[in-house]
């Protein structure tokens, strides 16, 4: 069993910097591929990054890519998603997710299998 807790969260300017952490406790996770989603209201789940367990293999939707950074650090069962340059279109939910079989990624939801709760970002024009 996994829990996933994220942090990192706020309220920011356009323009402005936000660095997203996913913290898991329970089990490591170094063998999993670790997944960043999000969500707006009346939306439906939009996958925004992963990266591969091993490798430094990543990923990104077109909208973030440039802007967003995911890495991570299995030796603190840590993965970060570093957001630059935001808009207020990234104004959404963030879900972190972790994906058993770490050895390929996944843009689906339904394929991950562990979630957190979730962390609010705030974008103002």
């Known amino acids: 069993q996994v829990q996933l807790v994220e942090s990192g969260g706020g309220l920011v300017q356009t323009g402005g910097s936000l660095r997203l952490s996913c913290t898991a406790s329970?089990?490591?996770?170094?063998?999993?591929?670790m997944g960043w989603f999000r969500q707006a209201p009346g939306k439906e789940r939009e996958f925004v990054a992963v990266?591969?367990?091993?490798?430094?293999?990543?990923t990104y939707t077109d909208s973030a890519r440039g802007r967003f950074t995911i890495s991570r650090d299995n030796a603190k069962n840590t993965v970060y998603l570093q957001m630059n340059s935001l808009k207020p279109e990234d104004t959404a939910v963030y879900y972190c997710?972790?994906?058993?079989?770490?050895?390929?990624?996944?843009?689906?939801?339904?394929?991950?299998?562990?979630w957190g709760q979730g962390t609010q970002v705030t974008v103002s024009s």
């Open positions: 329970g089990r490591t996770f170094s063998n999993y591929a």
């Open positions: 997710a972790a994906k058993r079989s770490g050895a390929t990624i996944s843009r689906v939801a339904r394929e991950y299998d562990y």
């Open positions: 990266i591969r367990w091993r490798g430094a293999i990543t």
